[in-house]
């Protein structure tokens, strides 16, 4: 017997986005309901950010015993355990899952349907046999991996995001398609626990990044022995008797077969909108994902997207952003507008690829090449050094006046060591305060500061500064 719901609040994908606004808005006394079709925690739990970075946690661990004798330290030979790594993976996520689960929602006083939820008009959806009928509606829907469309793909069978990390099998060579981040993270991550790796890329590998920050990762991950073929052109895909993967590439008339045990495909993200029938409710959308303005709201403004549904940039901490605005929007309807300006993002290669704001290319397009580029080696740091992680680089971009617009670094804890730019671009601190902290020694943070301090280095330095010097030394 179909039921109906009544609700201030109805969110449609419990992940990252739909989890942080139904734990918000239930908490503020908003009568929330939230459907969730697969496992609570979306992609990011389940079959992304925690299970790539506990695998890449693993494969970092047998990586540093290679290279261990230069401390002096040595053991016995090296084994990676592709079955046991993946063992830890799955026990990271059964350690994160209660977070997320049912049982927390519901102890919140959140109404929580598991199943596939559509509209069933422009304010109203249905999931079974019950109707939610609510005042807004969230769609955090998420995305899926895209397959190109290479001849012999679908019949050949591959792995996604989503049956990767349920794999005990090592594969023997894996073949990845996409040289995004996500396949970068995987072919390192994969090379480093005892697997061949080829990664084929269309275009250029990691190329949302600037140049200058990805070749130096790039150079690292091809010298530990990952093959990436860029611009490589895919012409036939197929499954020999024996199991085995065969891609046939072209490039520049030059053919090519290679032979694979397993193929993943990382070519890119679709949104999950096919089950939601937005025409119903007059939501209009792309390929790309629902089309929505600074307030996330759509074309129907009872109703707004978030997270990787709405397109735009796919993380989860832009998924956790905008549940923010939209609780503000949806329940106190506060005009709160989206502000991309001070937004990071990590690739968790080793090194790891961290940017905040403008790269040097956007700002020159911006501010025309009077933008100044203050860069710092890892190889100058003392910490970097001693840990013998001295690949890297900082690089800041600001105005001549001293405005932060962006930062990039590659190496070790670009994530973390990103952290103060997003700060001070959020902050609109100028490039005077990174450069005049007192930052403890030694520390990676120091190539923040040396790399902000070298804003100054051409007056500190400069004829006019030294007559100064040499003036004042007359009085004593
Ligand atoms: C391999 C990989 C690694 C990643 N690593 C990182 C990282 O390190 N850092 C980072 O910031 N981001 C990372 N991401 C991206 C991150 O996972 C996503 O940006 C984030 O999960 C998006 O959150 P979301 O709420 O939009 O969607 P999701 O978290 O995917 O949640 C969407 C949920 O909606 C459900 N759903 C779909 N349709 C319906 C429907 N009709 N009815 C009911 N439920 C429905 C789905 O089952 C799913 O649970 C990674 C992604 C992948 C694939």
Request: charged share 20%.
């Amino acid at each position: 017997m179909t039921q109906t719901l009544k609700a201030d609040l109805c969110v449609i994908g419990g992940g990252s986005g739909g989890l942080s606004v139904a734990a918000g808005a239930s908490q503020m006394g908003a009568k929330t309901v939230l459907i969730e079709g697969g496992k609570m925690g979306g992609d990011c739990l389940n079959y992304g950010c925690v299970p790539s970075k506990a695998l890449i946690a693993a494969a970092k661990k047998a990586h540093s015993l290679h290279d261990a004798e230069i401390f002096g330290v040595t053991g016995g030979p090296i084994v990676a355990d592709y079955g046991q790594a993946m063992d830890h993976v799955e026990e990271v996520i059964a350690g994160i899952a209660p977070h997320d689960s049912v049982e927390r929602f519901e102890s919140f006083g959140v109404e929580v349907i598991q199943g596939y939820g559509r509209f069933s008009g422009p304010r109203e959806v249905t999931v079974g046999d019950t109707i939610v009928q609510a005042r807004r509606f969230i769609i955090s829907t998420g995305s899926t991996a895209a397959a190109p469309p290479i001849p012999g793909l679908e019949e050949c069978g591959y792995l996604t995001n989503e049956t990767l990390f349920e794999n005990r099998e090592k594969p023997e060579h894996l073949i990845i398609i996409g040289g995004g981040p996500i396949g970068m993270e995987m072919a390192q991550a994969h090379n480093r626990l005892g697997c061949k790796v080829t990664v084929l890329e269309a275009f250029t590998a990691l190329a949302k990044d600037d140049p200058d920050l990805t070749s130096i990762a790039l150079k690292t991950i091809r010298a530990e022995g990952v093959d990436i073929r860029e611009g490589a052109g895919i012409t036939k895909i197929s499954r020999k008797a024996d199991g085995a993967i065969s891609v046939d590439l072209e490039n520049e008339g030059q053919g090519e077969t290679l032979v694979g045990s397993h193929l993943l495909v990382a070519a890119g993200r679709k949104p999950n909108l096919e089950k939601l029938d937005l025409e119903a409710a007059g939501v209009s959308y792309s390929k790309t994902g629902i089309d929505v303005d600074a307030r996330l709201r759509t074309s129907n403004k009872n109703i707004f997207a978030i997270g990787d549904a709405a397109g735009g940039f796919q993380f989860t901490h832009v998924a956790g952003y905008h549940a923010g605005i939209v609780i503000r929007n949806a329940l106190f309807r506060m005009p709160a507008k989206v502000n991309y300006e001070g937004l990071p993002w990590v690739t968790y290669t080793d090194p790891e690829i961290a940017n905040v704001g403008m790269t040097e290319a956007q700002a020159k397009e911006k501010y025309g090449e009077g933008v100044k580029v203050l860069t710092f080696p890892y190889a100058e740091n003392d910490r970097a050094r001693s840990e013998r992680k001295t690949e890297g680089l900082v690089k800041a971009i600001v105005t001549k006046k001293g405005k932060i617009l962006g930062a990039g670094i590659v190496g070790a804890q670009a994530g973390e060591l990103i952290q103060p730019w997003a700060l001070a671009i959020t902050g609109k601190l100028k490039i005077s305060t990174m450069a005049s902290y007192i930052s403890p020694y030694p520390t990676l943070g120091e190539i923040n500061k040396r790399a902000a301090g070298s804003f100054y280095t051409p007056q500190l330095f400069s004829p006019k500064t030294r007559k100064i010097v040499k003036f004042l030394s007359h009085f004593g």
